[in-house]
């Protein structure tokens, strides 16, 4: 399984950006993506999960109201909207294929892991 990430970068506070992470391989809408974030420093912490159909979503209290994730299925794909960014947003944002269909939050229950994409929000 391979995930590759792209859309990371620099951007001002108060800005927008679109993660997109894609997967190789036919399962992909049998499962969870979930993406999770760590800034210098600090342990790695959980951002957004979709369920396998996408119908489910789940946001940490920190992006709630800034971020959406979404997924094309037929492209085997997820999107990680996230808008009026802030500088505490800047990390290292990774994309991860859960266990199963349903929408986790604990980073035990991911399988698969991204090599990560750079997000850096300037003040």
């Known amino acids: 399984v391979q995930l590759e990430e792209s859309g990371g970068g620099l951007v001002q506070a108060g800005g927008s950006r679109r993660l997109s992470c894609t997967k190789s391989?036919?399962?992909?809408?049998?499962?969870?993506m979930g993406w999770f974030r760590q800034a210098p420093g600090k342990e790695r912490e959980f951002v957004a999960a979709?369920?396998?159909?996408?119908?489910?979503?789940n946001y940490s209290d920190s992006v709630k109201g800034r971020f959406t994730l979404s997924r094309e299925n037929a492209d085997n794909t997820v999107f990680l909207q996230m808008n009026s960014l802030k500088p505490e947003d800047t990390a290292v944002y990774y994309c991860?294929?859960?266990?199963?269909?349903?929408?986790?939050?604990?980073?035990?229950?991911?399988?698969?892991w991204g090599q990560g994409t750079q997000v850096t929000v300037s003040s």
């Open positions: 391989g036919s399962t992909f809408a049998a499962f969870c």
């Open positions: 979709i369920s396998s159909s996408g119908k489910s979503t």
């Open positions: 991860a294929v859960g266990l199963g269909s349903f929408v986790y939050t604990n980073s035990r229950q991911y399988e698969y």
